[in-house]
């Protein structure tokens, strides 16, 4: 079933249940005005790039997060490199608690002004 076949209100739902799509489909989703659209988009290890990098300066923290949280970000360098900037500290410490990202990638963020990610970043060091 195509995406543009599935009822809005159960658009989020199909797209967290990896329902197929084309990366047409899932890029034309990053200008849903349903966050929990965008936040299931941000989810999906299969989305295209271009929805990263729009999703990563998403106005929507939780949309932030969830793409923070996604493991098929992590040899996504530029899509990083926004989420490392983001004055969200609920985005950087789930880009912190992100395994699939490399522990050098997150280092960066021991110079964070926000002493939550600090610690986070502390912890997953110690981890290793």
């Given at each position: 079933m195509a995406l543009i076949d599935i009822p809005t209100n159960q658009l989020a739902s199909a797209l967290s249940d990896g329902e197929e799509a084309s990366s047409a489909e899932l890029l034309a989703l990053v200008q849903?005005?349903?966050?929990?659209i965008r936040e299931s988009l941000a989810a999906r290890e299969d989305a295209p790039m271009g929805a990263f990098i729009h999703l990563a300066q998403d106005k929507k923290s939780s949309v932030r997060v969830?793409?923070?949280s996604n493991p098929s970000i992590a040899d996504k360098t530029s899509v990083?490199?926004?989420?490392?900037?983001?004055?969200?500290?609920?985005?950087?410490?789930?880009?912190?608690?992100?395994?699939?990202?490399?522990?050098?990638?997150?280092?960066?963020?021991?110079?964070?002004?926000?002493?939550?990610?600090?610690?986070?970043?502390?912890?997953?060091?110690?981890e290793r």
């Open positions: 849903s005005k349903d966050v929990s969830a793409l923070a990083i490199s926004i989420l490392s900037a983001d004055k969200d500290q609920d985005v950087l410490i789930a880009l912190v608690n992100n395994m699939a990202i490399p522990a050098l990638r997150v280092r960066i963020l021991l110079d964070s002004n926000k002493k939550k990610v600090r610690q986070a970043v502390e912890a997953r060091l110690l």
